[in-house]
């Protein structure tokens, strides 16, 4: 074979077998991270310190945590993007039932029952119960606390545990931090909660105590998917590769190793201890005067189209807009909104983002409200005005829009101004499908501090200036247009 063939014979080899190994190289690094460049989405409830929870202190929007740091590590290996969300402990199941999310960690046990509603992955964590009381209670074994209320968390496996326990009135509420302030109040005399986390709020309220009792049955924390989910394996699959190379137990150490937290003393407590935090708190101005703006815009629109509807000649039209009130005033606005925020992906397949969710429902629910107190306000308004105008030959949209609908608006301006008023308190509700409102972020701050009461007043007195501002800004438009006329 001549020497250049040979040359040629060579290089094409070379460039073959380099080749081979690239596509062989690309192929491992595919199977290591089969998702590369997808998003994954997990729910979480960010007031479970030290598992998920928000440093406010820093001013960083960000949720950290024992369990955040092993998604990080997860999604990280297997090459994907990682999205955290924000609920409530009860909204999480629901989330992944409405496919809102790809998977769930929050310290959550793999009871039977929540097994037929999503799938699990092996256990990474295990922790114990508690019974947490007030010091000098007795409260130290299930038995003690015969005749006594005691509070969970609703959904929880604490509120599975207490429900064995003969003679007591199970309480069940969404947070942890609202379950220890009833014990503080006396309102419930124990709690059931996971010894991780008492730890935190004992060492924050001195007044408090807490026993270890052990567990009828296996517990431990897992990841939650939704139902038929091809993501078990592969997270099974990384986490006993955690477990093996020790990183978990670095993860426990530094999450665990010393939660015990200092004590309050009386130069850092109360409103003290929150004063880091209160520009996170402050900062949900911003969010909840957008929801109130958009809501009473779009609910006062919607509100007169459905006022009109119901003073029409034309009946489907009445007989609509008087069902779609008896509707949306006889039932709860939290109902609605739930139903509106996790029906939606079901029936539609889009994920709503939450603050477009609450909009819409203040917006359905604020406009069956509004309908009546406007169509209240066009027959207050002389008659003889549309007939003056319908004998001057002035049509009907003219009419109502140039004479009878300003003079009502100017009428009701007073029950508008209320309206407004309680869409701006009741838009607090918005933080059960986690909208970073004022109020969510107090309930975050008293998560991450292991106090309530104080970041509650504070975000009461950010609602309460809101209110004051709104009312004597109502004020002073209705004696502007008293004396326009």
Same mark, same amino acid.
């Given at each position: =074979?001549?020497?250049?063939?040979?040359?040629?014979?060579?290089?094409?080899?070379?460039?073959?077998?380099?080749?081979?190994?690239?596509?062989?190289?690309?192929?491992?690094?595919?199977?290591?991270?089969?998702?590369?460049?997808?998003?994954?989405?997990?729910?979480?409830?960010?007031?479970?310190?030290? *598992?998920?929870?928000?440093?406010?202190?820093?001013?960083?929007?960000?949720?950290?945590?024992?369990?955040?740091?092993?998604?990080?590590?997860?999604?990280?290996?297997?090459?994907?993007?990682?999205?955290?969300?924000?609920?409530?402990?009860?909204?999480?199941?629901?989330?992944? /039932?409405?496919?809102?999310?790809?998977?769930?960690?929050?310290? =959550?046990?793999?009871?039977?029952?929540?097994?037929?509603?999503?799938?699990?992955?092996?256990?990474?964590?295990?922790?114990?119960?508690?019974?947490?009381?007030?010091?000098?209670?007795?409260?130290?074994?299930?038995?003690?606390?015969?005749?006594?209320?005691?509070?969970?968390?609703?959904?929880?496996?604490?509120?599975?545990?207490?429900?064995?326990?003969?003679?007591?009135?199970?309480?069940?509420?969404?947070?942890?931090?609202?379950?220890?302030?009833?014990?503080?109040?006396?309102?419930?005399?124990?709690?059931?909660?996971?010894?991780?986390?008492?730890?935190?709020?004992?060492?924050?309220?001195?007044?408090?105590?807490?026993?270890?009792?052990?567990?009828?049955?296996?517990?431990?924390?897992?990841?939650?998917?939704?139902?038929?989910?091809?993501?078990?394996?592969?997270?099974?699959?990384? !986490?006993?590769? !955690? /477990?093996?190379?020790?990183?978990?137990?670095?993860?426990?150490?530094?999450?665990?190793?010393?939660?015990?937290?200092?004590?309050?003393?009386?130069?850092?407590?109360?409103?003290?201890?929150?004063?880091?935090?209160?520009?996170? %708190?402050?900062?949900?101005?911003? &969010?909840?005067?957008?929801?109130?703006?958009?809501?009473?815009? +779009?609910?006062?629109?919607?509100?007169?189209?459905?006022?009109?509807?119901? %003073?029409?000649?034309?009946?489907?039209?009445?007989?609509?807009?008087?069902?779609?009130?008896?509707?949306?005033?006889?039932?709860?606005?939290?109902?609605?909104?739930?139903?509106? *925020?996790?029906?939606?992906?079901?029936?539609?397949?889009?994920?709503?983002?939450?603050?477009?969710?609450?909009?819409?429902? +203040?917006?359905?629910?604020?406009?069956?409200? &509004?309908?009546?107190?406007?169509?209240?306000?066009?027959?207050?308004?002389?008659?003889?005005?549309?007939?003056?105008?319908?004998?001057?030959?002035?049509?009907?949209?003219? =009419? =109502?829009?140039? %004479?009878?609908?300003?003079?009502?608006?100017?009428?009701?301006?007073?029950?508008?101004?209320?309206?407004?008023?309680?869409?701006?308190?009741?838009?607090?509700?918005?933080?059960?499908?986690?909208?970073?409102? &004022?109020?969510?972020?107090?309930?975050?701050?008293?998560?991450?501090? *292991?106090?309530?009461?104080?970041?509650?007043? +504070?975000?009461? !007195?950010?609602?309460?200036?809101?209110?004051?501002?709104?009312?004597?800004?109502?004020?002073?438009?209705?004696?502007?247009?008293?004396?326009?006329?």
């Amino acid at each position: =074979m001549p020497r250049k063939k040979r040359l040629l014979f060579a290089l094409l080899l070379s460039t073959a077998l380099f080749v081979s190994l690239c596509f062989g190289w690309v192929n491992e690094l595919v199977a290591q991270q089969p998702y590369a460049g997808k998003k994954l989405v997990m729910v979480t409830s960010a007031d479970y310190p030290p *598992y998920e929870f928000r440093d406010t202190a820093t001013g960083k929007d960000e949720i950290i945590g024992f369990d955040v740091d092993i998604a990080k590590y997860i999604t990280k290996e297997l090459g994907f993007e990682l999205e955290i969300r924000d609920t409530d402990f009860s909204g999480i199941i629901p989330a992944l /039932q409405s496919r809102r999310a790809d998977f769930a960690m929050a310290g =959550m046990t793999p009871t039977p029952e929540r097994r037929k509603n999503v799938d699990f992955s092996d256990i990474y964590y295990e922790a114990k119960n508690t019974i947490v009381a007030k010091k000098g209670s007795n409260l130290t074994k299930t038995v003690d606390l015969a005749g006594k209320k005691v509070g969970v968390q609703l959904g929880s496996l604490q509120e599975k545990e207490a429900k064995k326990f003969k003679g007591v009135t199970i309480v069940p509420l969404n947070r942890i931090a609202e379950i220890i302030q009833e014990v503080k109040s006396g309102r419930i005399q124990a709690a059931i909660i996971e010894d991780t986390i008492a730890r935190g709020f004992i060492a924050n309220n001195p007044d408090l105590e807490f026993n270890t009792i052990p567990n009828t049955e296996a517990a431990g924390s897992a990841i939650a998917f939704p139902k038929g989910s091809n993501l078990v394996g592969d997270f099974n699959r990384v !986490l006993k590769q !955690l /477990q093996d190379s020790g990183e978990m137990k670095n993860l426990i150490n530094k999450w665990f190793g010393n939660n015990e937290q200092p004590a309050n003393n009386t130069a850092n407590s109360g409103f003290g201890q929150i004063a880091a935090s209160i520009p996170f %708190i402050i900062d949900g101005i911003r &969010i909840t005067l957008l929801f109130t703006a958009l809501s009473a815009f +779009f609910g006062f629109i919607w509100g007169t189209i459905l006022s009109l509807f119901k %003073i029409s000649t034309f009946k489907p039209l009445v007989w609509f807009a008087n069902a779609y009130t008896s509707i949306f005033r006889g039932t709860p606005l939290l109902l609605q909104i739930a139903l509106v *925020y996790y029906a939606t992906p079901q029936l539609t397949g889009f994920d709503i983002p939450a603050l477009l969710a609450g909009v819409i429902t +203040f917006t359905l629910n604020s406009g069956a409200y &509004i309908s009546e107190t406007i169509r209240g306000g066009i027959l207050a308004v002389d008659k003889g005005q549309r007939e003056a105008a319908l004998s001057l030959g002035i049509a009907y949209k003219p =009419m =109502m829009l140039d %004479i009878i609908l300003p003079q009502a608006i100017k009428n009701i301006l007073p029950a508008l101004v209320n309206e407004s008023i309680a869409l701006l308190k009741d838009s607090a509700l918005v933080s059960t499908i986690g909208v970073a409102d &004022i109020l969510r972020r107090a309930q975050i701050v008293g998560a991450e501090k *292991y106090i309530y009461f104080e970041p509650l007043i +504070f975000a009461g !007195l950010i609602y309460y200036l809101l209110v004051i501002s709104l009312t004597w800004g109502g004020y002073a438009l209705e004696r502007r247009l008293q004396r326009s006329t």
